[in-house]
Nanobody, 122 residues
């Protein structure tokens, strides 16, 4: 599976951005799709995931502000980011997995996109 992330950019605090991640595989609907992020000097962390059977999972830091969704007909997953904060500044990566649990763990994701930079100014 090849993943292509896009949609990053510079936004002021309180603003919104929508990230997209297009997948190459026709069996996209059977995969767990997730977003992770990595800020300077920190480890890559889980942001959100949408499972193959319609579940949604979020980290506490983005719950209520971010929304993950998927369009299986377009083989694309989205991350709508609202009420952005400077601490949301990071490179955002989309990832895909055939796992059926442990969606928050990086180790279950075999496929990664190239990352897209989100910068939130104060």
């Amino acid at each position: 599976v090849q993943l292509q992330a896009s949609g990053g950019g510079l936004v002021q605090a309180g603003g919104s951005l929508r990230l997209s991640c297009a997948a190459s595989r026709r069996t996209f609907g059977t995969y767990v799709m997730a977003w992770f992020r990595q800020s300077l000097g920190k480890e890559r962390e889980f942001v959100a995931a949408t499972s193959w059977n319609g579940g949604f999972y979020y980290s506490d830091s983005v719950k209520g502000r971010f929304a993950i969704s998927r369009d299986n007909a377009k083989d694309t997953v989205y991350l709508q980011m609202n009420s952005l904060k400077p601490e949301d500044t990071a490179v955002y990566y989309c990832a895909a997995s055939e796992a059926r649990d442990r969606y928050e763990q990086r180790s279950v994701y075999a496929y990664w996109g190239q990352g897209t930079l989100v910068t939130v100014s104060s």
